[in-house]
């Protein structure tokens, strides 16, 4: 088995190393937040790649939070596409995405328009549309 690099690339995508990209999100205090709704998609995105459920719990909104999270076994995630972001008012947002996973040998995609509550400055998933 091959080790994993101290700095690996970020799973989600953009062309930076995980502790410049979406894990100083991941490990920062809580006055270290995404700046904005596509920032915080993409780091949950990587937290899903990387299996960081206290930060998916903690960076969805709690009236639509669950009360645990599962990870589903040997699921490997593929990749990333932001295909929209658009503010709604200065506190609400929606990105647009696609991702790509592979379960059982079988490949996947969840496309995704997901809304944004910003609440005491923090971006919070709030919940979902699955798109055909």
Known sequence: MRAMPADPPCPCGLPARLSACCGRWHA??????APDAAALMRSRYSAFVLRLADY??????PRTRP???DFEPGQRWL????LAHQMQDADRATVAFVARSKLA???????ETSRFVRED???LYLDGTIQP
């Open 56 to 61: 998916l719990l903690a960076t969805w909104h």
């Open 28 to 33: 920062g205090p809580l006055h270290l937040q």
């Open 105 to 111: 040998g079988r490949a996947q995609v969840l496309a």
């Open 67 to 69: 009360p645990a999270l």
């Open 79 to 82: 990749g990333l596409q932001v």
């Open 121 to 123: 400055g923090r971006w």
